[in-house]
Structure formats: C-alpha cells, structure tokens
C-alpha cells in the first residue's frame, strides 16, 4: 500500500500547470492529497480559481501519469473548499516562476502587495522600481508589469 502511493507521488511529480509548464501541480500547491480508499488512489486537486481553463487538462495529465505508472484503481477529485491561496506554491515554486521570467507572489499572503503598497520585483534584474501596465496578465492569474530599470515587461504572478 505505501509503495503504491510513493508510485503515485513519483508519477504526478511529471505532471505540470500546462500555463505555466516549468512548475508541477505540487509546486503550485494544486495537488492537496494523494490517499488510499479502499483499494482506489484518490488524488485530490485544487484550481488555482473555480473557473480555471487548465483544470480540465490537468486532470486528463494526472489519469495519464497514474494510468502509465500502472497504479490501479483511481480517481481525480476536485474540490473548491478551501480556496487555492498563493501561500500553497512552494519554495521551489517560487524560484522557478522566477528564473522563467513571472515575479513570483510574496509569501504568507503578500499583504502588502494586495493593497498596493508595493510592486513585484522585476524577475530579469531584481529591481523593486517596477509599475503595473494593466492588472490582467497573459492569463488570469497574472497581472502586467515593466521594470523601470532594464524597461524589460514581466507578467506577476497575482496573490490570492
């Protein structure tokens, strides 16, 4: 049984955000569970917002990776409650929206960043003297910004 679900975790390990392809659904903080029930792998994910477009492909990714792992009988379940937060990305996750151009939202709930008190730093040179151009990014989780420095455009990941 424990060996079962290491292979499941292993497997969805490959599974990525198809909008954001450098992060896993365990780096975005989507994947909340992967438990036995019975005999069946209940893998349970959460989107990112309720009407995430990604969530359908998601869900097909984590049937492939399990089916190819050969791991028997499972399920994907969605679930909504509780809402997906920016605080679930990881660490990892961060660094790697990061190093793929997208600021990364702050930790713990980015206060300061949800009232406009601060602009995300700029992911190419690290310059904080940022400004917005438009509050809706190259999909709906991301807002548009520029640097002031390198005057280079950088979508922000937004805190929710």
């Given at each position: ?83 997906w ?63 002031q ?12």
């Amino acid at each position: 049984m424990v060996e079962r679900l290491a292979r499941a975790r292993e497997a969805l390990d490959s599974v990525v955000d198809p909008e954001i392809p450098v992060l896993t659904i365990a780096d975005l903080g989507v994947l909340r569970d992967v438990r036995l029930e019975g005999g069946c792998v209940v893998v349970e994910i959460t989107p990112t917002y309720s009407g995430c477009p990604a969530m359908n492909v998601i869900a097909l990714d984590i049937e492939r990776a399990l089916s190819s792992a050969n791991i028997g009988s499972f399920r994907v379940h969605l679930t909504l409650t509780p809402a997906w937060t920016t605080d679930w990305l990881s660490e990892a996750g961060r660094l790697k929206l990061s190093a793929y151009g997208i600021a990364p939202p702050p930790p713990n709930g980015g206060r300061r960043a949800l009232f406009g008190e601060s602009h995300p730093a700029c992911p190419r040179c690290g310059s904080e003297e940022t400004e917005t151009i438009s509050a809706f990014g190259s999909t709906s989780c991301k807002s548009l910004h520029r640097c002031q420095r390198c005057r280079e455009p950088f979508d922000a990941f937004k805190c929710h």
